[in-house]
């Protein structure tokens, strides 16, 4: 069991780090971002800073507005290292997933950044946290300690 401080710690910097990106940021980071259109002051002028940005990068990008929602998404296919990460963390989830339930937890993906990611149970707040990167290394109280919540988490089939 890691030491709870720690993870903690580990889970406010990332936090911090992910909060402290603006959106062509996020978009570098994660390859999408995506706002309701009634939080962008002006949708062309949005869409336009992200185009002007990915160009200087040369970086291929597609925006849109679709059912009142602005996106932007980078373009092309995956490459073999992200194609990896994401077989990496399918697997690792999976394996989440079940720790937190055989504890009574629920389990849901609060935020992921590269290699690290924080989790939580959405009947008592508990929150985990993984580094995929570091063995995996693994803890909070959503893998530590039993879910106080009354009603038993719904099974996935995940098979």
């Known amino acids: 069991m890691e030491d709870p401080i720690e993870i903690q710690r580990r889970i406010e910097r990332l936090v911090k780090r992910v909060q402290r990106r603006d959106d062509y940021g996020k978009l570098l980071a994660t390859g999408q971002v995506i706002h309701p259109v009634d939080e962008v002051d002006d949708p062309d002028a949005w ?13 291929k ?5 679709t059912s009142g929602m602005l996106w932007a998404l980078t373009h092309g296919p995956l490459t073999e290292a992200q194609r990896e990460e994401a077989i990496r963390h399918f697997h690792l989830y999976d394996r989440l997933d079940s720790e937190a339930k055989v504890r009574g937890h629920s389990f849901k993906v609060e935020l992921r950044d590269g290699e690290e990611a924080v989790f939580s149970c959405g009947r008592c707040g508990a929150l ?15 893998f530590d300690s039993d879910c106080p919540g009354e009603e038993p988490p719904v099974a996935t089939d995940t098979g």
């Open 47 to 59: 869409r336009a800073e992200i185009k002007r940005q990915a160009r200087s990068d040369r970086i």
């Open 61 to 65: 990008v597609r925006t849109g507005l």
């Open 128 to 142: 985990g946290y993984a580094d995929a990167a570091a063995g995996p290394l693994v803890g909070g109280r959503l």
